[in-house]
């Protein structure tokens, strides 16, 4: 997956609790096991009108934000089902970090697993980005990884906490196979010598 270090981006404010994963991306669209293509269904209900047309009141249909790299919402996002096409979805339409005081504990693993940095913030500095965000294309939010603070337009910061195993896995760009290539060397000559001590059993391949 993508590094993550230092992100600048369009920050789309999205200020409702519960936002569930079947809002994310509705099981309609659960029949595909690609990680792309479903940008274009994310918040379907929300973005779309019965007709298909687009929602104009949704504010990822509405410029700037249609190029939102970072996504503010309010408590509890992610709960409902554990479905990980809902990061995926995400991270189609071009988010790669959202932003909220919590988070359903599935779908804020899944984010990380996907190259997607969810950081917690308390409501009232939530609110605040939100302000920040609805000021539009100049006022752009910073997340700065390896410092881990979220900078705000005025240049004042917010600290934040990720655990350290997961923020090196997301400045690296590693996914679970990721992480396990890393060992290759090590797996190869394991096999190899399991291969001449029990030449009956399967041998197991890295690709």
């Known amino acids: 997956m993508d ?4 992100l600048t981006a369009i920050a789309a404010p999205l200020p409702q609790e519960n936002i569930d994963t079947d809002k994310i991306i509705p099981a309609r669209f659960l029949k595909t096991t ?10 379907d209900s929300m973005r ?8 104009p009141d949704f504010v990822l249909n509405r ?35 959202v932003i ?11 984010c990380f697993k996907n190259g997607i940095l969810p950081i917690a913030l308390p409501r009232e500095v939530c609110d605040e980005l939100m302000a920040d965000a609805r000021m539009g294309e100049n006022s752009r939010i ?5 410092r ?20 090196r896995l997301l400045l690296e760009g590693l996914d679970d196979i990721g992480q396990t290539l890393q060992h290759e060397s090590a797996i190869e000559t394991f096999e190899a010598r399991r291969r001449h001590d029990e030449p009956w059993m399967p041998s197991i391949t890295i690709d």
């Open 48 to 55: 779309y009108n019965a007709d298909g047309s687009e929602n």
């Open 34 to 43: 690609k990680r792309s293509g479903l940008g274009v269904h994310a918040f």
């Open 148 to 167: 881990q603070v979220v900078v705000r337009p005025d240049g004042s910061e917010i600290p934040f906490e990720v655990d350290p195993l997961r923020k």
């Open 142 to 146: 910073t997340i700065d990884l390896p």
């Open 100 to 110: 909220a005081p919590s988070f359903a504990d599935i779908f804020f693993n899944n």
């Open 63 to 97: 410029d700037p934000y249609r190029k939102s790299q970072i996504l503010i919402t309010h408590d509890n996002l992610g709960c409902g089902s554990s479905r990980e096409h809902a990061p995926w979805a995400l991270l189609d339409f071009g988010i790669r970090c």
């Open 3 to 6: 590094k993550f270090t230092v």
